[in-house]
T-cell receptor, first 113, second 114 residues
Framework: AQSVTQPDIHITVSEGASLELRCNYS??????LFWYVQSPGQGLQLLLK??????LVQGIKGFEAEFKRSQSSFNLRKPSVHWSDAAEYFC???????????FGAGTRLTVKP | EAGVAQSPRYKIIEKRQSVAFWCNPI?????LYWYQQILGQGPKLLIQ????????DSQLPKDRFSAERLKGVDSTLKIQPAKLEDSAVYLC????????????FGSGTRLTVV
Protein backbone atom coordinates (compact mmCIF):
# COMPACT_ATOMS: atom_id res chain seq x y z
CA ALA A 1 0.00 0.00 0.00
CA GLN A 2 1.05 3.57 -0.50
CA SER A 3 2.57 5.62 2.33
CA VAL A 4 3.75 9.15 3.05
CA THR A 5 6.59 10.55 5.13
CA GLN A 6 6.74 14.14 6.29
CA PRO A 7 10.22 14.43 7.82
CA ASP A 8 9.62 17.69 9.66
CA ILE A 9 7.27 17.57 12.64
CA HIS A 10 7.50 21.30 13.34
CA ILE A 11 8.85 24.24 11.34
CA THR A 12 9.14 27.87 12.40
CA VAL A 13 9.60 30.63 9.84
CA SER A 14 9.49 34.41 10.04
CA GLU A 15 6.65 36.26 8.40
CA GLY A 16 7.64 37.19 4.88
CA ALA A 17 10.21 34.42 4.59
CA SER A 18 9.94 31.60 2.10
CA LEU A 19 8.65 28.18 3.07
CA GLU A 20 9.25 24.63 1.94
CA LEU A 21 7.55 21.64 3.54
CA ARG A 22 8.88 18.24 2.60
CA CYS A 23 6.88 15.20 1.57
CA ASN A 24 8.14 11.82 0.39
CA TYR A 25 5.86 9.07 -0.78
CA SER A 26 6.05 5.38 -1.45
CA UNK A 27 3.95 3.91 -4.24
CA UNK A 28 4.62 1.52 -7.08
CA UNK A 29 3.26 3.72 -9.83
CA UNK A 30 2.53 7.39 -10.40
CA UNK A 31 0.29 8.36 -7.51
CA UNK A 32 -2.25 11.04 -6.92
CA LEU A 33 -0.69 13.58 -4.53
CA PHE A 34 -2.30 16.16 -2.28
CA TRP A 35 -1.51 18.84 0.25
CA TYR A 36 -4.08 19.76 2.89
CA VAL A 37 -4.04 22.42 5.58
CA GLN A 38 -5.76 22.15 8.94
CA SER A 39 -6.24 25.11 11.26
CA PRO A 40 -6.98 24.42 14.94
CA GLY A 41 -10.46 23.00 15.42
CA GLN A 42 -11.09 22.91 11.69
CA GLY A 43 -11.39 20.23 9.09
CA LEU A 44 -8.93 19.65 6.31
CA GLN A 45 -8.83 22.07 3.40
CA LEU A 46 -7.32 21.06 0.08
CA LEU A 47 -4.46 23.33 -0.99
CA LEU A 48 -3.53 21.60 -4.23
CA LYS A 49 -3.37 18.24 -5.96
CA UNK A 50 -1.35 16.49 -8.62
CA UNK A 51 -2.89 13.91 -10.91
CA UNK A 52 -0.83 14.15 -14.10
CA UNK A 53 0.76 16.61 -16.52
CA UNK A 54 2.77 19.62 -15.43
CA UNK A 55 4.80 18.63 -12.39
CA LEU A 56 4.59 22.12 -10.88
CA VAL A 57 1.15 22.56 -9.41
CA GLN A 58 -0.37 25.84 -8.29
CA GLY A 59 -2.81 25.89 -5.41
CA ILE A 60 -4.82 28.25 -3.30
CA LYS A 61 -3.41 30.87 -0.92
CA GLY A 62 -0.23 31.28 -3.01
CA PHE A 63 1.05 27.74 -2.46
CA GLU A 64 2.69 25.55 -5.06
CA ALA A 65 4.15 22.06 -5.06
CA GLU A 66 6.47 20.18 -7.38
CA PHE A 67 6.23 16.49 -8.15
CA LYS A 68 9.65 14.91 -8.57
CA ARG A 69 9.34 11.30 -9.60
CA SER A 70 13.07 10.59 -9.31
CA GLN A 71 13.02 11.66 -5.67
CA SER A 72 9.52 10.38 -4.83
CA SER A 73 8.81 13.82 -3.45
CA PHE A 74 6.04 16.38 -3.54
CA ASN A 75 7.32 19.38 -1.58
CA LEU A 76 5.08 22.33 -0.79
CA ARG A 77 6.42 25.87 -1.23
CA LYS A 78 5.35 29.43 -0.66
CA PRO A 79 7.57 32.43 -1.49
CA SER A 80 6.38 34.67 1.35
CA VAL A 81 4.63 33.34 4.43
CA HIS A 82 1.83 35.25 6.17
CA TRP A 83 0.94 34.94 9.85
CA SER A 84 -2.37 33.37 8.82
CA ASP A 85 -0.49 30.43 7.28
CA ALA A 86 0.27 29.06 10.74
CA ALA A 87 -1.44 25.67 10.78
CA GLU A 88 -0.86 21.94 10.37
CA TYR A 89 -0.02 20.75 6.87
CA PHE A 90 -0.66 17.23 5.63
CA CYS A 91 0.66 15.55 2.54
CA UNK A 92 -1.40 12.66 1.20
CA UNK A 93 -1.00 10.02 -1.49
CA UNK A 94 -3.74 8.17 -3.26
CA UNK A 95 -3.75 5.02 -5.36
CA UNK A 96 -4.98 5.25 -8.92
CA UNK A 97 -7.23 2.20 -8.72
CA UNK A 98 -9.31 3.13 -5.69
CA UNK A 99 -10.09 5.99 -3.34
CA UNK A 100 -7.64 4.89 -0.66
CA UNK A 101 -5.85 8.06 0.46
CA UNK A 102 -3.04 7.84 3.01
CA PHE A 103 -1.91 10.84 5.00
CA GLY A 104 1.45 11.77 6.45
CA ALA A 105 1.79 12.62 10.12
CA GLY A 106 1.74 16.33 9.37
CA THR A 107 4.06 19.32 9.76
CA ARG A 108 3.11 22.06 12.17
CA LEU A 109 4.01 25.52 10.88
CA THR A 110 4.64 28.38 13.29
CA VAL A 111 5.05 31.88 11.87
CA LYS A 112 7.11 34.40 13.85
CA PRO A 113 6.19 38.07 13.58
CA GLU B 1 -23.07 24.82 -1.48
CA ALA B 2 -23.33 23.72 2.11
CA GLY B 3 -20.36 21.80 3.47
CA VAL B 4 -20.12 18.50 5.26
CA ALA B 5 -21.92 18.77 8.59
CA GLN B 6 -20.84 16.84 11.65
CA SER B 7 -22.18 16.69 15.18
CA PRO B 8 -21.45 16.93 17.97
CA ARG B 9 -18.30 19.09 17.82
CA TYR B 10 -17.02 17.78 21.14
CA LYS B 11 -17.79 14.76 23.29
CA ILE B 12 -16.33 13.58 26.57
CA ILE B 13 -17.22 10.11 27.82
CA GLU B 14 -15.90 7.59 30.28
CA LYS B 15 -14.25 4.42 29.09
CA ARG B 16 -16.62 1.55 28.40
CA GLN B 17 -19.42 3.97 27.54
CA SER B 18 -20.86 4.19 24.05
CA VAL B 19 -20.90 7.19 21.72
CA ALA B 20 -22.26 8.05 18.30
CA PHE B 21 -21.24 10.63 15.74
CA TRP B 22 -23.35 11.95 12.91
CA CYS B 23 -22.38 13.15 9.45
CA ASN B 24 -24.44 14.81 6.74
CA PRO B 25 -22.48 14.95 3.47
CA ILE B 26 -22.76 17.46 0.68
CA UNK B 27 -25.98 16.95 -1.22
CA UNK B 28 -25.54 14.55 -4.10
CA UNK B 29 -22.18 13.20 -2.96
CA UNK B 30 -22.27 9.45 -3.42
CA UNK B 31 -19.13 8.59 -1.48
CA LEU B 32 -18.71 9.13 2.25
CA TYR B 33 -15.66 8.49 4.40
CA TRP B 34 -14.95 8.35 8.13
CA TYR B 35 -11.41 9.12 9.25
CA GLN B 36 -9.84 8.90 12.70
CA GLN B 37 -7.18 11.50 13.55
CA ILE B 38 -5.25 10.83 16.73
CA LEU B 39 -3.37 13.79 18.16
CA GLY B 40 -0.04 14.22 16.40
CA GLN B 41 -0.93 11.88 13.55
CA GLY B 42 -2.45 12.17 10.12
CA PRO B 43 -6.01 11.04 9.48
CA LYS B 44 -6.55 7.32 9.05
CA LEU B 45 -9.40 5.94 6.96
CA LEU B 46 -11.87 3.89 8.98
CA ILE B 47 -14.61 3.21 6.46
CA GLN B 48 -15.74 4.23 2.99
CA UNK B 49 -19.32 4.10 1.72
CA UNK B 50 -20.52 4.29 -1.86
CA UNK B 51 -24.18 5.30 -1.61
CA UNK B 52 -25.39 3.01 1.21
CA UNK B 53 -22.93 0.19 0.59
CA UNK B 54 -19.56 -0.34 2.28
CA UNK B 55 -16.60 -0.15 -0.11
CA UNK B 56 -13.74 -0.48 2.38
CA ASP B 57 -13.86 -1.11 6.12
CA SER B 58 -10.56 -2.96 6.43
CA GLN B 59 -9.21 -0.52 9.04
CA LEU B 60 -12.36 -0.32 11.14
CA PRO B 61 -12.00 -2.06 14.54
CA LYS B 62 -15.17 -4.04 14.12
CA ASP B 63 -15.23 -5.41 17.64
CA ARG B 64 -16.17 -1.95 18.91
CA PHE B 65 -16.77 0.35 15.95
CA SER B 66 -19.76 0.27 13.64
CA ALA B 67 -21.02 2.59 10.95
CA GLU B 68 -24.05 2.83 8.77
CA ARG B 69 -25.31 5.02 5.97
CA LEU B 70 -29.01 4.55 5.66
CA LYS B 71 -30.63 5.68 2.41
CA GLY B 72 -27.22 6.67 1.06
CA VAL B 73 -27.24 10.10 2.71
CA ASP B 74 -26.49 10.65 6.41
CA SER B 75 -24.08 8.41 8.24
CA THR B 76 -23.54 7.44 11.87
CA LEU B 77 -20.34 6.11 13.40
CA LYS B 78 -20.65 4.35 16.76
CA ILE B 79 -18.13 3.20 19.31
CA GLN B 80 -19.22 0.67 21.93
CA PRO B 81 -17.53 0.28 24.34
CA ALA B 82 -15.04 3.14 24.12
CA LYS B 83 -11.42 2.79 25.16
CA LEU B 84 -8.94 5.46 26.18
CA GLU B 85 -7.08 5.04 22.88
CA ASP B 86 -10.21 6.03 20.95
CA SER B 87 -9.62 9.63 21.97
CA ALA B 88 -9.25 11.40 18.63
CA VAL B 89 -10.93 13.67 16.14
CA TYR B 90 -13.36 11.83 13.90
CA LEU B 91 -13.57 13.41 10.47
CA CYS B 92 -16.24 12.81 7.90
CA UNK B 93 -15.63 13.54 4.23
CA UNK B 94 -17.69 13.19 1.09
CA UNK B 95 -16.99 13.21 -2.62
CA UNK B 96 -19.10 13.17 -5.79
CA UNK B 97 -17.63 9.83 -6.76
CA UNK B 98 -17.10 10.81 -10.37
CA UNK B 99 -13.77 12.51 -9.82
CA UNK B 100 -10.89 10.89 -8.00
CA UNK B 101 -10.44 12.18 -4.51
CA UNK B 102 -12.72 15.19 -4.77
CA UNK B 103 -12.99 15.13 -1.00
CA UNK B 104 -14.63 17.76 1.18
CA PHE B 105 -14.01 17.32 4.89
CA GLY B 106 -16.23 18.29 7.78
CA SER B 107 -14.88 20.05 10.87
CA GLY B 108 -14.80 16.84 12.85
CA THR B 109 -15.92 15.59 16.24
CA ARG B 110 -13.33 15.68 19.00
CA LEU B 111 -13.79 12.69 21.32
CA THR B 112 -12.12 12.48 24.70
CA VAL B 113 -12.37 9.21 26.59
CA VAL B 114 -11.51 9.49 30.28
Amino acid sequence: AQSVTQPDIHITVSEGASLELRCNYSYGATPYLFWYVQSPGQGLQLLLKYFSGDTLVQGIKGFEAEFKRSQSSFNLRKPSVHWSDAAEYFCAVGARNNNDMRFGAGTRLTVKP
Amino acid sequence: EAGVAQSPRYKIIEKRQSVAFWCNPISGHATLYWYQQILGQGPKLLIQFQNNGVVDDSQLPKDRFSAERLKGVDSTLKIQPAKLEDSAVYLCASSPGDSPYGYTFGSGTRLTVV
